[in-house]
Nanobody, 118 residues
Framework: QVQLVESGGGLVQAGGSLRLSCAAS????????MGWFRQAPGKERELVAE????????DYADSVKGRFTISRDNAKNTVFLQMNSLKPEDTAVYIC???????????WGEGTRVTVSS
């Protein structure tokens, strides 16, 4: 019903920046919270950042506070993750999530890979 496509990942040097995008398409009648998760090799998937439907409320993992910023553009059904001061430990596949209220459904993207070199 809903498709999420992430983009913006890649290889970056430590201290650099990347901006991830996640565009949602399909049947979106009542958009809800969106978030970014990440999963590093051999590690459990973790929540990186999330925002409510309006973008007015955000939450971040302690490990990324002050470095990452989540935002959204509901006119484009898109959520962003601005990542600054990247560290090697940020290396992971970053996965977008959307909760749609009308059908009480969580949708997930395939992920975009971020590699931070030292």
């Amino acid at each position: 019903q809903v498709q999420l496509v992430e983009s913006g990942g890649g290889l970056v040097q430590a201290g650099g920046s990347l901006r991830l995008s996640c565009a949602a398409s399909g049947r979106i009648l009542s958009i809800g919270p969106m978030g970014w998760f990440r999963q590093a090799p051999g590690k459990e998937r973790e929540l990186v950042a999330e925002t409510n439907w309006s973008g007015g409320r955000t939450d971040y993992a302690d490990s990324v506070k002050g470095r990452f910023t989540i935002s959204r553009d509901n006119a484009k059904n898109t959520v962003f993750l601005q990542m600054n001061s990247l560290k090697p430990e940020d290396t992971a596949v970053y996965i977008c999530n959307l909760y749609t209220i009308h059908d009480d459904t969580n949708s997930w993207g395939e992920g975009t890979r971020v590699t931070v070199s030292s």
